[in-house]
């Protein structure tokens, strides 16, 4: 797991920015597998702003989001397929046939296998130590599914986006599993601000898998690298 620390969140957003166009470029049917929340929002800006200027051509990638809300109507301002329209997929050519999330009564994990895997997996991380939403108790062998939320990771997203009513916060998800983000060639994590602190020191010490940090799952994969900014000191 490399570890590569930069100025703002901005300058790490921009790096990210230009593996992903890269790789696009090397590979026009890339399978891209995409987190959404705070953390990936300046990345896809600055994807956004590379179509805008250089075109580059997502006509055949294809992506697989990590998660969705449980029950959640896909138009409503707080869906994640939403998040992704607004963010990316609007401003880009991307095919939205090509587009994924998992969904209930959908073999998420047989179906990114038959695609080829996930070449290139972006990933935030929550301050329990969740990926996806694979909370504290997921098992390495995770596969898609319906999870409960954390009380914490209710909190969060309470706070950022539903002004602290958490009672408006879903409190179920449908998140691919631990399993499926294992198998995917490359990962990035990002992570940005001081909330993010506790949580990648902790990673940074992980020497095995702890069921109670699902993040720290990833100290077993080939290739992974931790992008996080200056407010963070590991
Ligand atoms: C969402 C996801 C989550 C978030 C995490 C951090 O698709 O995968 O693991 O990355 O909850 O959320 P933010 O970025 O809002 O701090």
Redesign the pocket.
Known sequence: MEFKKFKSELEASKYVAKIVIDKIKANSGIKLG????????CLYAELAHDYKTNHTNWSQVKTF???EYDGVDYASDIS?HKFMKDELFNHVNIDTNNTFFPEKECNFDKFIKEEGGIDLQI?????NG?????EPGSTENSQTRIVDLTPI?VE??GN??FDGELDKVPKKAI?MGLETIMQSKQIIL????K??EDAIKKLSDAKTFDINFPASILIKHPNVTIIYDEEINI
């Open positions: 995409l987190a959404t929340g705070s953390t990936p929002v989001n990590l998660d994640y990933l935030g991380i929550g301050v969740h990926i996806g939403f694979n990771t969060v997203n950022k986006y998140s990002l992570a940005f601000g909330c993010k």
